[in-house]
């Protein structure tokens, strides 16, 4: 099997072209190679694959470590967009990817040589509806525009209280703004207990930011299925959404700073959009040999 390693801000995956490669065990390849002592080493697996329908241009699957299938990721969509523009399978600018998601819209930024190196993903509009996040918290929903939005949920993990504001970016986030500098914080410790409670019925992603300014934000993630992350595409995006619906920052590009880059992201307040900016790296190519 042929592949290739990308990454976005340190979030790293194992890409492979399934316009050529025949995959057919997705769930078991990602636990192998994820692996990173006995594997390639990775946050996961993705799929670049065939449109399903013929008005887009390729199509996203993703599997985490533990071998389940998320519905979107942020920096991978970034990393298939370059993949797919760099290597001539799709010649056009923006890009339709396909996720389970929903179709995402990719502006390709060139750099001096030509090359996909900075994208801008239309991640669409963020989900706040408890039942669609979604998260059994109605009780700590409060009106948005209209709209509930669970904005206060309590949790306890090991023996520190939480507050989080719940969004989905097509996958569930549980966001929670800490005093602390972030880079300090035990993620590893209290991540684990907060993605696997009861009040997420899929699991949750879970943010621990720190405020740096209104337009500068800090942030270390615990992903579900897969664990501490150097970066999340989606996570980065609901972070933002959060601290707009808290008051903390405005509806203006936000730089969030992660543990292996920074992208950029704003909630549009013209069609209620999300758009994360932010680079895509090419590692190596390799053959894995099962």
Same mark, same amino acid.
């Given at each position: ?40 080493? %990775? ?10 329908? %013929? ?47 929903? =179709? ?31 998260? $059994? @918290? ?17 949790? +306890? ?12 970016? @097509? ?8 005093? %602390? ?22 699991? +949750? $992603? ?7 300014? %209104? +337009?500068?934000? $800090? ?15 989606? @996570? ?19 730089? =969030? ?23 895509? +790296?090419?590692?190596?190519?390799? =053959?894995?040999?099962?």
């Amino acid at each position: 099997m042929k592949f290739t390693k990308m990454h976005g801000c340190g979030n790293d995956y194992v890409y492979v072209n399934c316009f050529e490669e025949k995959i057919t065990d997705p769930s078991k390849i990602s636990q192998a190679i994820s692996d990173r002592h006995f594997g390639i080493g %990775s946050d996961g697996l993705v799929l670049i694959c065939p449109p399903d329908n %013929s008005e887009n241009d390729c199509k996203m699957r993703m599997f985490n470590p533990d071998g389940s299938e998320a519905e979107m990721c942020g920096n991978a969509s970034r990393c298939v967009g370059r993949y797919v523009y760099d290597r001539g399978i799709v010649k056009k600018n923006p890009i339709r990817l396909e996720t389970l998601a929903g =179709v995402k819209v990719i502006e390709v930024h060139l750099n001096e040589k030509g090359e996909a190196e900075f994208l801008t993903v239309d991640m669409g509009e963020p989900i706040l509806e408890p039942s669609k996040v979604p998260v $059994n @918290g109605e009780l700590s929903a409060s009106k948005i525009d209209g709209a509930n939005a669970v904005m206060d949920l309590k949790l +306890t993990s090991q023996d520190k209280a939480f507050d989080f504001t719940c969004v989905s970016m @097509g996958n569930p986030h549980a966001v929670t703004f800490i005093d %602390s500098p972030v880079k300090d914080f035990k993620v590893e410790f209290y991540g684990p207990a907060i993605e696997k409670d009861s009040a997420f019925p899929r699991k +949750t $992603n879970v943010e621990f930011v720190e405020v740096v300014d %209104s +337009t500068h934000l $800090n942030m270390r993630v615990w992903e579900r299925g897969t664990g501490e992350t150097w970066a999340c595409g989606t @996570g980065t995006c609901a972070t933002v959404v959060a601290a707009n619906l808290r008051g903390i920052c405005p509806r203006v590009p936000v730089d =969030v700073k992660l543990l292996g880059g920074t992208l950029t992201i704003e909630w549009n307040k013209d069609d209620n959009h999300v758009y994360m900016t932010g680079p895509a +790296t090419f590692v190596f190519d390799g =053959v894995w040999n099962e």
